[in-house]
């Protein structure tokens, strides 16, 4: 176990609808990224959150965003979802921030996420 | 089976032979490289890792090999498990952002 948990495990959404989804990160990892995995497909990078601020985001919309709580826990918000938000979203937690270059991201079991 | 040079989306390989995963990796600036395995409703695990002044690292039955001059990686595991079944996926970093490649799916047959 990777000591990240995430919630909720499975949801289901219908067009138009806000979600949140949360992530508690590994203790003392004071950095959390999140990623978008679509069925079949690599994960791909929303944004990371260090010390509490957006340090780094990826191509998606601004109606992603996120919120990184004092305690390092993590939030991910989606607006006006879409048939294509489907997905697994993972979170992941590290430590050092946007300087780190280490892969050992530790990484939840992910929320999935079904938009209809 | 082995694959080698060539990224195949599915390999199956016969338990107790060695497996080789490749990998395409598209920045030439990227300077760490990274190997995970994803298993069935799990999220994707640590594997192994090189950066970019080293061509070649060993891990536990695990070895990754880096050729920078045609942007490729490779993943060979030693004596193939059935715990070995999963999704294995590159990644790069540059500047932060981990870059996941197209992930390949192991089959070991017993």
């Known amino acids: 176990e990777t000591g990240v948990t995430q919630s909720p495990t499975h949801l289901i959404k219908t067009r138009g609808q806000q979600v949140t989804l949360r992530c508690s990160s590994q203790s003392g990892h004071n950095t959390v990224s999140w990623y978008q995995q679509a069925l079949g497909q690599g994960p791909q990078f929303i944004f990371q959150y260090y010390r509490e601020e957006e340090n780094g985001r990826g191509n998606f919309p601004p109606r992603f965003s996120g919120l990184q709580f004092p305690n390092y826990s993590s939030e991910l918000n989606v607006n006006a979802l879409e048939l294509d938000d489907s997905a697994l979203y993972l979170c992941?937690?590290?430590?050092?921030?946007?300087?780190?270059?280490?892969?050992?991201?530790?990484f939840g079991e992910g929320s999935r996420l079904t938009v209809l | 089976g082995e694959s080698v040079g060539l990224h195949l989306p599915t390999l199956s390989v016969q338990e107790g032979d060695n497996s080789i995963i490749n990998c395409a990796y598209s920045?030439?600036?990227?300077?760490?490289f990274i190997w995970y395995k994803q298993e069935s409703g799990k999220g994707p695990q640590f594997i192994i890792d090189i950066r970019s002044n080293m061509d070649k690292r060993q891990g536990q039955r695990v070895t990754v090999l880096l050729n920078k001059t045609v942007k490729h990686l490779s993943l060979q595991i030693a004596a193939t498990q059935p715990g070995d079944s999963a999704v294995y996926f590159c990644?790069?970093?540059?500047?932060?952002?981990?870059?996941f490649g197209a992930g390949t799916t192991v089959t070991v047959r017993a």
């Open positions: 992941a937690s590290s430590l050092g921030g946007r300087t780190a270059n280490t892969g050992e991201l530790f």
């Open positions: 990644a790069e970093i540059y500047d932060y952002k981990l870059s």
């Open positions: 920045n030439s600036a990227s300077d760490y």
